[in-house]
């Protein structure tokens, strides 16, 4: 059975993918990106080709590339990389599993495939263990994202026995807000040694509060060291401490929400926040309006998030 080098747990980075004013992926910046996450935000495991990543929009030759220059350039000094391998096609999903395995990856994950879909856990799980299966000898984690999927198949249904059938089945990444689903999903698994990582960041705190073992998420590009001063917290059982460091968090994603808050406007914080140019998003989304990016900065000065003036071209 596949069993990671240590357990996937703190917070996990959904990368974002760098490109280049006329959309073609920018890889000559993911090296400073790695040493940004590490030496800045204190982040040392990602998760690539996500959401965030706009891993669908991209071809399954971009992804490999993409994938390929995470795991290199991450080379001793990220913890864990995971990809994301999921895919409308279970060959392609199996193509990019393989590969992931083959370029030295710590874990691949998947999401339900959402155009013609599985309509009950069991069609689910055949999926996922035919993607799980083309890569044995690495973690399998499934990305349960039922907003985005349309998939609704409760996660604590989807995880009863599952090892049985996906042996190398190690967690989830949990991006939905039911906190009754991922509670059982804790709750019912407390014998087995998974990953429950949270995936809404703004409600992170009540995630730790009901046994959640990490988050992936996009906001740690940048506010990872914010979220990691709650973990902290949280372990020495400051409960008050983390909740205003929580508060503090969700001043900032309140606000941007307000805005209209997405993958194109987190390209366009990590740039201001980092200093590091994460270009346009890929059609169909439209690149962040200056008027957004400013109405962010200044939030992000009040909230002591931006210690210095960041790129806003």
Known sequence: MAAPKKKLQGLVAATITPMTENGE???????RYVDYLVEEQGVKSIFVNGTTGEGLSLSISERRQVAEEWVTKGRNKLDQVVIHVGALSLKESQELARHAAEIGADGIAAIAPFFLKPWNKD??????KEVAAAAPALPFYYYHIPALTGVKIRAEELLAGIQDKIPTFQGLKFSDTDLLDFGQ??????QRQFAFLFGVDEQ???ALVMGATGAVGSTYNYLGKKTNQMLEAFEQKD???ALNYQFCIQRFINFVVKLGF?????KAIMTLVSGI???PPRLPLQKASREFTDNAEAKLKSLDFLPFTGLKD
């Open 277 to 279: 140019p994460m270009g």
């Open 123 to 128: 069609v689910l799980i055949n999926f996922l």
């Open 239 to 241: 409960f008050s401490t």
């Open 204 to 206: 992170l705190l009540s």
């Open 25 to 31: 992926i920018n890889f000559s910046v993911i090296g």
């Open 262 to 266: 997405g993958v194109s406007q987190t």
């Open 185 to 190: 999903c804790v709750d019912q698994n407390r």
